[in-house]
């Protein structure tokens, strides 16, 4: 048994403009394919062959640098091709909202601790939000294909929301700019789905 890339729900150009067809094309059969066949190369014949995606990440030896980056880049693609949509954006509502608006104040406060630490990220990694055990939630970035599920990286909890900030996500369309990439990123944000894994996971 191996991990399998997730096919996407929608087609390439479905998220145009806010993300072109090209990259989601390189990114998803390119990139994302590389991280899923580098994660069952690095596991096979382990202990960790035939776990889950969230066992493998919370009991990996972080200095195996094959299983964090594949097994993190694995991950975090399938949750980030899911949390977008052609039929995003806009706000969330009910105890997402409430949860936001709690540790924000405001959605218009919350999107602006986002997009900060999306552009302030520096070099390549992942902005999120993640919801800790009792429904507290809590933005927070990482650096490469790291993510909160993994031992000891400070951003705890569970991810329910991540933009990816890599230079393979946005720069065939944006070039350096990444904080027109991290505004768009706001049109499609499938908030339904953050929604449902906040309810899962809180
Ligand atoms: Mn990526």
Known sequence: MSFKLPQLNYTHDALEPNIDSKTMEIHHGK?????TNNLNAAIEGTELEGKSIEFILAN?????KAVRNNGGGFYN???????????GGGAPSGDL????????????????????????????????LCVHEGGKVEVCSTANQDNSLMPGIGCGGTPILGLDVW???YYLNYQNRRPDYVAAFFNI??????????????
Not at 114 to 124: L, Y
Request: zero cysteines.
């Open 97 to 128: 909202a409430s949860a936001i608006d709690n540790a924000y104040g405001s959605f218009d406060a919350f999107k602006e601790t986002f997009s900060g630490a999306a552009k302030t990220q520096f070099g390549s990694g992942w902005a999120w």
């Open 60 to 64: 990996m030896d972080m200095n195996n």
């Open 77 to 87: 693609h399938s949750l980030f091709w899911k949390i977008i949509s052609p039929n």
């Open 189 to 202: 944000i499938n908030w339904d789905e953050v929604s449902a894994r906040y309810q899962a996971n809180k």
């Open 167 to 169: 230079e393979h996500a």
């Open 31 to 35: 990139h994302h394919q590389g991280y």
